[in-house]
Nanobody
Framework: QVQLVESGGGLVQPGGSLRLSCAAS????????MGWYRQAPGKERELVAH???????NYADSVKGRFTISRDNGMNTVYLQMNSLKPEDTAVYYC?????????WGQGTQVTVSS
């Protein structure tokens, strides 16, 4: 089992920045990948960014050049640095770990971009 707790969400003005953190507890042995998804009201959950155990990274086209995913060496924490935020980035952001090819999810943290 992996337990995930997100933090760092909030209200920010367009053009601002936020940094999300996701702390993992429990066994991280067998981690395949970790990342961030988001879900806006009335929309499906979508991938924002994820990083594989070998270090390769994927970003959604909509966030390339603005968001940066990173993790600590122990794979206990994954971060999402979000810059140049736009109103369309407003969503609940979920941390995701894949361990032994099973998905684990955090409870989500709200990010609201509004003036």
């Amino acid at each position: 089992q992996v337990q995930l707790v997100e933090s760092g969400g909030g209200l920010v003005q367009p053009g601002g920045s936020l940094r999300l953190s996701c702390a993992a507890s429990g066994s991280t042995f067998g981690i395949n990948a970790m990342g961030w998804y988001r879900q806006a009201p009335g929309k499906e959950r979508e991938l924002v960014a994820h990083i594989r155990i070998g270090g390769s990274i994927n970003y959604a086209d909509s966030v390339k050049g603005r968001f940066t995913i990173s993790r600590d060496n122990g794979m206990n924490t994954v971060y999402l640095q979000m810059n140049s935020l736009k109103p369309e980035d407003t969503a609940v952001y979920y941390c995701n770990y894949i361990r032994n090819y099973l998905n684990y999810w955090g409870q989500g943290t709200q990010v609201t971009v509004s003036s």
